[in-house]
Structures are given as structure tokens and as C-alpha cells.
């Protein structure tokens, strides 16, 4: 009995001990987690206010890291749900199950994944598309998906056969591509028809004893296009009011020299009062419209446009806009545009549609309808929702047709999902400085592009990871 006391005293005093340790040990723990939590908050301190919002991140990745992998939802979207991995980050998400109507698919920009059993696509993001690091080897089951709404100037390598029908799914700005992005800086038809910033005629023929007939506003200058060049000379033969960094002669307000000023309701003031604008945009190309067009559409100003050859199959009526490819000359564009200037008629009849609210391009109006995504809309998806949706789709398609024995389809871009031609000089009898950068830089990097695409290609179908040495020396390879 005495035996069975002391063995009983024993072991009750073994787990008072355990209890304690266990008590102790768990306490360290959470102070060495308030301590960690400390030094971060207390190093954005130190750091000064520019770090802080990092800082703040940091802490919050501390503090949330154990949820993400410990969610069990998350894990089951892992092991039950094509992973759509996004190889050049657009969204940021560490890990996100989405919902595209009846199809869930996983999406994330962890790069783990990239050999994980339930990886079907890989989501490229154009202007951050880079050869150094492709996810290589692909297998018969990985997609290629490419977003890509920018200018080709980001990244001209793109814009090559070899390169483009890499990718099975595109959106981009051309109406052939599988989601096209070609009214991406519209927000809808009722803005165009939209008398809200509109200045009538009179005050505009009153507001020409202190402004130029027409406006331009460019900080990006001597792009592809070569558009400063056309201003340029376009000066010597009429006044222009020039706000931008680009030909610079005319000061906006201190407080719209920002350039995250542009969509400011009084940014926009300034430019309804003026008649013409001159909407040129940094690189010529078939469906790339941006907000140059539409801008001056939504004032109720008539826009001078250069830039997409086939813009008139987006503009709201057959007489909106002026389009600059129909004068041989600048000289000839100035000469009508002060015609214009001094006849209402005239002018006017390049506001009809708006003042009616009548517009007559079908291909805008069903372009617009049939859209499903919105532009600064919360009520619809963002495109890259959307093009997220379309490529889960296109996977969830394959692995219901693989369930019923049958081969899986394939997708694949064509070269008039991203085309854009060589980049071209003005033809002016006078020199102009402005040539320079198209000549020196402009030309010569697209060209280069070409021996890139051809390259890629070649280091793509060989399956392998490659160097970026590999490619630099297959590209200037004689």
C-alpha cells in the first residue's frame, strides 16, 4: 500500500512539473511573438514614414502567415482545384480559391506550384513578361495565358509571330484576341452621350481671344509613333495650347501638374473649352484606342486623331472625329482645322451626334453590350477577373472532356491576337530633331525584338530551363 501511495505521489508530482513547463514554455512563445510583433512596428518607427507602410505589411503577413496555410479551405482548393498560377504577379494574392460561375479553380502567384499535379495554366502579365525566368519544363497539360492591354513599347517582343502563338489564351487590345480589351478606357456608351462637361459654342468662339484652336497634353514624349514630330511642325502653321512636358508652352494650374491629375473634374474644365484636341497616341496600332480617343468624345470636343489605322470602326458616328492619315501634310490639316474654327456649321457638324444622343456604330454599340467586364464599375468584374474566369473555363472544359475519354482541345493565339507594325517616321520635306529617338532607339529595339521572338521561340519548344546568357547570345548569334 505504501509502495502504491508513493507511486501515485510520483506521478502527480511529474504532471504538476509537466503543467508547469508546458504553462512556461507556452508563455515564451506568445512573448516572443509580441516581441517579434514589437520590433517590426518599432523599425517602421525608426525607418521614418516611408517605410511605414511596409513595415505595417510586414506585420501583417506575420501575424496572418499561420492562417493562410493552416485554412482548410485553402488546402482542400490545393489538392481538389486546378491551380492557375500567375508567373508574372498582376494580382498580388498569395492564394485564392475563385469562383467562375459552376467552375472553382485556385489562383495564386506562389511559385511553389509550379510543379504541383493540380497546375493546368500559367497567367503572364505582358509588360512583365520575362525570358529570365519561363516555367519550363511545360507539360502537355499547361496553358499559357497572356494579359496584355498596354503599349507595345513595354515589351515589342510580343508583338512577333514566334512569340504570340506561345500562348493559348490572350486578352489584349485587339478585337481578335480571345478576350479583346479594345474599349478598355471606356466606361460606357452613356458617357459619350453625356452633356455634362460640354461648353457651348458661343462661350468656346468668346474663350479663342485667350486659347489656341486646339490642345495637346503629352508627358510621354517622342514616342513610337512619332507624334511630337507631326506637332511639331503642325506649329508652324497653326497655335497650339501645349500643357505637357512634350513641346511644353503653356502651364496648367499648380495643382493639376501631377500627372494623377488627368481624370480630375477641373483638369477636364480646362479641356472642354477648347475645340479642338490633338489625341495622339504613343504607338500605331490596329484596336490600341485609348483615353486620347475618348477623352475629348466624353468633353464634347472634336478630337484630331492619330494613332489605330482602323479607328473609324470604333468611332460613335462616321463624322466625330478628324483623323490626321487624311492629309498629306500638317499645313493641309491646319488649313482645315482654322476653316473649321471660323465656321459653326462646319463644326457643329462634328458634335451632331452628341448633341443627339445618336450613335450610329454598330460595331461600338454590340462591342460595348456584349462586353462583360466594367470600367470603374463595382457593380461588374474587372477584366482581369474575367480573364481569369475565361482561362478557368478553358481548363475546367479540358478536365470534364478527359472524364468522358476524349482528347483534350487546344487553344492557340494568332498572330492578329498582338500585331503591331514597325514603327514609321513622318515623311516631312523639313528635318526635325524629334526623329532622333525613332531612329535611334524606336527602329532599332524593334527589330531587335524580332531576333528575340525568334530566339524565345526556338529556347521554348526546346523545353528546357535556358540562361539569360543563352538567349542574349542566341539572339546576337550571327
Known sequence: MIRIRRKKLWASCFCIVTCFFLLVTLQVV?????????????????DGPLKLEEQ?????????????????????????????????????????????????CFFTINRTY????????????????????????RKGHHDWALFHEESPKNNYKLFHKPTITLFNH???????????????????????????????????????????PLVYVQSDCDPPSDRDSYVSELMSYIEVDSYGECLHNRDLPQHLKNPASMDDGSFYTILAQYKFI?????????DYITEKLWRP?????????????????WLPSNKSAILVTRFSHPRELAQYIKALDTNDQEYVAYL?????????????????????????????????????????????????????????????????????????????????????????????????????AQALRLLVERNMNFSAQEFWMLVFKE
Request: charged share 25%; hydrophobic share 35%; glycine share 4%.
Open 30 to 46: 506568445v512573448e516572443l511573438g509580441k516581441s517579434e510583433r514589437k520590433e517590426i512596428i518599432l523599425s517602421s518607427l525608426q
Open 56 to 104: 505595417k505589411k510586414q506585420a501583417y503577413q506575420f501575424l496572418k502567415k499561420q492562417e493562410l496555410f493552416s485554412d482548410v479551405k485553402t488546402a482542400m482548393a490545393v489538392n481538389q482545384y486546378p491551380i492557375l498560377l500567375w508567373w508574372s504577379p498582376l494580382t498580388g494574392e498569395t492564394g485564392r480559391l475563385g469562383e467562375c460561375g459552376k467552375d472553382l
Open 114 to 137: 509550379q510543379h504541383n499535379h493540380m497546375t493546368r495554366a500559367f497567367l503572364f502579365y505582358g509588360t512583365d513578361f520575362n525570358i529570365e525566368s519561363l516555367p519550363l519544363p
Open 170 to 212: 490572350t486578352a489584349t487590345f485587339s478585337r481578335h484576341s480571345h478576350l479583346p480589351l479594345t474599349t478598355q478606357y471606356l466606361e460606357g456608351i452613356e458617357v459619350l452621350k453625356s452633356l455634362r462637361y460640354m461648353i457651348p459654342l458661343q462661350k468656346k468662339n468668346s474663350l479663342r481671344k485667350r486659347l489656341a
Open 278 to 286: 490633338l489625341a495622339f497616341e504613343n504607338a500605331v496600332c490596329e
Open 297 to 313: 468624345l466624353k468633353l464634347g470636343v472634336v478630337p484630331v486623331y492619330f494613332g489605330s489605322p482602323n479607328i473609324a470602326d
Open 352 to 452: 451632331e451626334w452628341k448633341l443627339k444622343g445618336d450613335i450610329s456604330n454598330k460595331r461600338l454599340l454590340t462591342a460595348m453590350k456584349e462586353r462583360k467586364w466594367g470600367v470603374q464599375d463595382i457593380t461588374q468584374d474587372n477584366y482581369i477577373d474575367v480573364f481569369e474566369c475565361m482561362v478557368c473555363h478553358k481548363v475546367w472544359e479540358n478536365i470534364r472532356r478527359q472524364e468522358k475519354g476524349f482528347l483534350p482541345r487546344r487553344w492557340n493565339a494568332e498572330v492578329n491576337h498582338l500585331s503591331c507594325p514597325k514603327p514609321q517616321a513622318f515623311l516631312f520635306s523639313t528635318p526635325n530633331v524629334h526623329r532622333a529617338s525613332l531612329r535611334d532607339m524606336w527602329i532599332p529595339s524593334f527589330e531587335q525584338s524580332k531576333k528575340e
